[in-house]
């Protein structure tokens, strides 16, 4: 394990030592008006970071040298044009080069894991599969001053007030000692350590795993870990349980079930025709309920997930990134590939073509609780109205298809 953190402390250094040598090219980008008004705000940051019971010591080592951070702005303002698909996204997350190391890895770590699931209940193979699709197992941190950056964000973004929270987690951290400003770095959003943990959430749910005073998920693989576990345990991990299966839907399907609030026992499920993806029946008597998952619709692959699929979105509320945990977790622990077929021939909407579809499900008479090219859980009920006044399968999937079929 020492080797390890040898390794990390030698990979923040050099992250370090390139900051220090783009900074004077990094300001100069920032205009003098900008700057002008980001200081005017630090000064009104400062008066309430101290009314938060933060030192004056603290805010004159971290906060006062820093100025706009040019690179968090320009990805604050590009709001990308397409999305990637749900299998082009578990391609790159579940990659085969990816699932290798998760195993050589989750072989090497096997007693510090292990501990680590005696205590928190959560299977080594999930801890792993966070650590690669988060830092691609250590690799990349991120380039970022968390501090330099959440303050940019507080400063210039339209969730200013929740990297403001944020920022002032990031400053506890360091007065309590867990970190030195110089060696708090992060991604752009603020995200830190071996799992990627905001302020906030470190504050919560970070652990001291390894008997050393400071929680540090820099260069402690132990507290990275065993923070990770504490994190999945408090968002009520079901210890043992799966997260999710693969399964294969009858001819006929009730699509007022492929609803995320329907849960039903493995064996109601059964009753509706549904199996194991190879065919083999469900377990009459497992009372374990489930949701029915349909990543691409009712022409991709099907999933019943349960309690610990939500688990994961606690870490991040992304289906496609629960799904890509489950998955590279299974994987790494020798499981097989999904077996049904994705539509790859599908394209994945723009965000205009997104604002089309809402606005075109709104003019409709279908609530889609607004017009934000965001397609969330209103949308797609939205939708799997319609398509249930128009006799479609109901499965609130969103393609250009639909689009047509609306236009």
Not at 33 to 39: I, L, M, N, R
Not at 189 to 197: D, I, L, N, R, W
Not at 297 to 326: C, E, R
Not at 342 to 370: C, H, I, M, N
């Amino acid at each position: 394990m020492k080797k390890n953190q040898h390794k990390h402390s030698f990979w923040l250094s050099s992250c370090l030592w390139g900051l220090l040598l783009t900074s004077s090219s990094i300001y100069a980008d920032v205009p003098a008006s900008a700057t002008q008004s980001f200081q005017v705000w630090k000064q009104a940051f400062v008066v309430q970071a101290q009314e938060k019971g933060i030192k004056k010591e603290t805010l004159k080592k971290a906060l006062y040298p820093i100025d706009l951070d040019p690179s968090v702005q320009k990805l604050i303002a590009h709001q990308p044009e397409f999305t990637k698909s749900v299998w082009e996204y578990l391609d790159a997350a579940v990659s085969k080069s990816r699932v290798i190391k998760g195993r050589r890895l989750l072989a090497r770590h096997e007693k510090l894991l292990k501990k680590i699931e005696q205590q928190f209940g959560i299977q080594p193979q999930y801890i792993v599969a966070i650590w690669g699709l988060e830092t691609s197992y250590g690799q990349n941190f991120g380039g970022h001053s968390v501090i330099r950056s959440l303050a940019t964000l507080a400063y210039d973004s339209d969730r200013s007030e929740f990297y403001e929270k944020e920022l002032l987690a990031a400053l506890r951290i360091i007065e309590e000692g867990h970190v030195g400003n110089h060696r708090m770095i992060g991604s752009w959003a603020g995200a830190m350590g071996h799992t990627q943990f905001m302020p906030s959430t470190f504050l919560e749910y970070a652990v001291n795993f390894d008997n050393n005073p400071k929680k540090d998920l820099w260069n402690s693989l132990e507290d990275a870990f065993a923070s990770t576990a504490n994190y999945l345990e408090k968002a009520n991990w079901q210890p043992g349980e799966p997260w999710g299966i693969e399964v294969k839907l009858p001819d006929k399907v009730d699509w007022t079930l492929a609803d995320p609030t329907t849960w039903l026992t493995l064996k109601e499920w059964s009753e509706q025709g549904i199996a194991h993806v190879d065919g083999r029946p469900l377990n009459h008597l497992d009372e374990k309920e489930a949701r029915l998952f349909l990543p691409a619709g009712h022409n991709g692959p099907a999933f019943l997930t349960f309690k610990n699929f939500l688990a994961f979105k606690v870490y991040n509320n992304s289906d496609s990134y629960a799904l890509a945990v489950g998955y590279l977790g299974d994987r790494i622990r020798g499981g097989r590939e999904i077996q049904t077929n994705w539509p790859r021939k599908d394209v994945a909407l723009s965000f205009t073509q997104k604002e089309d579809l809402q606005y075109l499900l709104t003019v409709l008479g279908y609530d889609t609780g607004g017009v934000d090219g965001k397609i969330g859980p209103n949308t797609r009920e939205a939708l799997r109205n319609w398509q249930t006044e128009m006799g479609l399968p109901a499965d609130g999937y969103v393609n250009e298809d639909i689009l047509n079929l609306l236009r």
